[in-house]
C-alpha cells in the first residue's frame, strides 16, 4: 500500500491522526499537556513504572528522558521518538497507577487479615439479662416477705434493702459469648484451605519431641493443610520421627501432641 504524503512537520499517530512531528518545532500540546500533571522528570514512582514496563520503548523512554543531552527536550517530543502514542501513555498511566493501588492494597494485607482474624473470634459482650452486673433483682413476688425465722431460700442474698441472685444466663460473670463475624470466619477458614466444597483437609505431622515451646513450634510449624483435599474426611498422617522422638507409636495428633 503506497504510504500517504503528509504536510511537512506531521505525522500520523493511530487514532489522532496528523499531528506534529518529534522533530517539528510546533509543540503537540494536546500531548504535552498530558505531561503536564505527572511531571515525569520529578516524578520518582513513574520513572519506577517507567523502568518496570514490559514494553521496552517505555523504559526507553526513561533513559532519554533523563538524559541531560535531552534535558530541555519536550515529554511528548520524546515519547514520539519512542513512537509512543498519547492513547498507549494514556493507557500506561492507568495501568500504573493500578499497579500502585494493588502494590497498596497489598502492604495491609497482613494487617487486615489481623483485623479479620479478630474479628473471626467468638468476642466476649456484657450480658443482656444483667447488663454485665452480673446479678438480677429478686422481685417481690418471686420472693414475698420472709416470716420471722423462715429461711432465706438457696442463692439468693440480700443487697442493701432489696433481694439479688446470680444472673441465671451469665453464671454471675456478667460476660455472654457472641459468636464472631460468620463472614470473618469464611474469609479466614477459606483462606486457610477449609473450603466448604472440598471439606476435609489432610494434615501431615511431622514427629518432634519434646515438651518444649521450641518443640511444639516445630510441630506446629510442621502442620500443613492440602487443600487439594477432596476427600470429605480429614486425615492424619505421621510422616516420620526423629531420635528424640518420643512415643507417638500410633500416629494420630493426640498421641504426638503434648
Ligand atoms: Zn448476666
Redesign the pocket.
Given at each position: 500500500m503506497p504510504k500517504p504524503s503528509l504536510p511537512p512537520g506531521t505525522m500520523l499517530e493511530k487514532y489522532r491522526g496528523e499531528v506534529p512531528s518529534w522533530d517539528s518545532p510546533d509543540t503537540d500540546e494536546v500531548y504535552e499537556a498530558f505531561f503536564e500533571p505527572v511531571k515525569p522528570r520529578d516524578n520518582p514512582e513513574f520513572q519506577q513504572a517507567l523502568a518496570a514496563s514490559t514494553d521496552k520503548r517505555f523504559r526507553e523512554y526513561l533513559r532519554q528522558l533523563n538524559l541531560p543531552k535531552n534535558r530541555n527536550k519536550k515529554c511528548s517530543t520524546i515519547a514520539k521518538v519512542m513512537d509512543i502514542s498519547l492513547a498507549e501513555f494514556i493507557d500506561f498511566l492507568r495501568t500504573s497507577y493500578r499497579a500502585q493501588a494493588m502494590s497498596v492494597a497489598a502492604m495491609r494485607l497482613p494487617e487486615i487479615t489481623t483485623h479479620m482474624a479478630n474479628d473471626a473470634l467468638t468476642q466476649k459482650e456484657a450480658?443482656?439479662?444483667?447488663?454485665?452486673?452480673?446479678?438480677?433483682n429478686v422481685t417481690a413476688e418471686e420472693l414475698p416477705p420472709l416470716e420471722d425465722g423462715q429461711p432465706i431460700p438457696g442463692g439468693v442474698r440480700p443487697m442493701g434493702a432489696r433481694w439479688v441472685r446470680d444472673?441465671?444466663?451469665?453464671?454471675?460473670?456478667?460476660?455472654?459469648s457472641k459468636p464472631g463475624d460468620s463472614h470473618a470466619r469464611d474469609k479466614i477458614l477459606q483462606l486457610n484451605g477449609f473450603d466448604k466444597k472440598s471439606g476435609g483437609v489432610t494434615v501431615a505431622i511431622n514427629n518432634y519431641g519434646g515438651n518444649g515451646i521450641e518443640a511444639a513450634g516445630a510441630r506446629f510449624a510442621a502442620l500443613t493443610f492440602d487443600i487439594s483435599a477432596d476427600s470429605a474426611e480429614s486425615e492424619v498422617i505421621q510422616i516420620d520421627s526423629d531420635e528424640r522422638g518420643h512415643a507417638g507409636g500410633d500416629g494420630s495428633v493426640e498421641a504426638d501432641a503434648d
Open positions: 450480658c443482656g439479662r444483667c447488663d454485665g452486673w452480673g446479678f438480677v444472673c441465671p444466663k451469665c453464671g454471675a460473670t456478667g460476660q455472654t
